[in-house]
């Protein structure tokens, strides 16, 4: 079982950048792959990041430049920089786990936390 915790969304002007953390419970934390992804009002959700225990990462075609996700296996949490934010960017991120980048690129991960919303301003 993993518990996700997101945090670090908030309200940032068109232009500026925000960091979210995704904290996860559980000793197999390193293991697991991981991904970043957003729903917007009215939208469904779509994947954002992924990144493998190894480190290797990967992006939806339309986050690459601007997006970047990262972990820390020894505070069991991952990252995602967020730079250059538009008020497209506007969105309820969620972190998620799972053992498979193919379930966690196709939005069918085992274990998801309950979002962080981040606000863009124009």
């Known amino acids: 079982q993993v518990q996700l915790v997101e945090s670090g969304g908030g309200l940032v002007q068109a232009g500026g950048s925000l960091r979210l953390s995704c904290k996860a419970s559980g000793r197999t934390f390193s293991t697991y792959v991981m991904g970043w992804f957003r729903q917007a009002p009215g939208k469904e959700r779509e994947f954002v990041a992924a990144i493998l225990s190894g480190g290797s990462t990967n992006y939806a075609d339309s986050m690459k430049g601007r997006f970047t996700i990262s972990r820390d296996n020894a505070k069991n949490t991952i990252y995602l920089q967020m730079n250059s934010l538009k008020p497209e960017d506007t969105a309820a991120y969620y972190c998620?786990?799972?053992?498979?980048?193919?379930?966690?690129?196709?939005?069918?991960?085992?274990?998801w936390g309950q979002g962080t919303q981040v606000t863009v301003s124009s």
């Open positions: 998620a786990a799972d053992a498979l980048l193919s379930r966690v690129s196709s939005l069918r991960a085992d274990y």
